[in-house]
């Protein structure tokens, strides 16, 4: 499965983004999905998941409630729609997938096998 991701910009505190990830291969359907960021000198943080089986999705505190996560298995693509953004949100963006995840590694970077290349968010003040 390749990722590539895109949506990302500059935009000031309070405003909203879509970022977008389409994937390759026919069994994107099948895979648990998620987004990560990180920002300059930080590690690379956990911001949202969703479970093909189920649905079932995960935030980050620091989103919860300001971001979603949504997919669409027709299209192969995935969406984090970000709303009410700050400053603390400014990040490269990353997508992931896996086909294999288990509940306790959805949060856990190391846990997924497929990567995009990351999109830049700067949220100015």
């Known amino acids: 499965v390749q990722l590539q991701a895109s949506g990302g910009g500059l935009v000031q505190a309070g405003s909203s983004l879509r970022l977008s990830c389409v994937a390759s291969?026919?069994?994107?359907?099948?895979?648990?999905i998620a987004w990560f960021r990180q920002a300059p000198g930080k590690e690379r943080e956990f911001v949202a998941a969703?479970?093909?089986?189920?649905?079932?999705?995960y935030y980050s505190d620091s989103v919860k409630g300001r971001f979603t996560i949504s997919r669409d298995n027709a299209k192969s693509t995935m969406y984090l729609q970000m709303n009410s953004l700050t400053p603390e949100d400014t990040a490269v963006y990353y997508c992931?997938?896996?086909?294999?995840?288990?509940?306790?590694?959805?949060?856990?970077?190391?846990?997924?096998?497929?990567w995009g290349k990351g999109t830049q968010v700067t949220v100015s003040s």
């Open positions: 992931a997938a896996d086909p294999s995840i288990i509940l306790s590694a959805v949060r856990d970077f190391r846990s997924y096998a497929y």
């Open positions: 291969g026919s069994t994107f359907s099948r895979q648990t």
């Open positions: 969703l479970r093909y089986s189920g649905g079932y999705t």
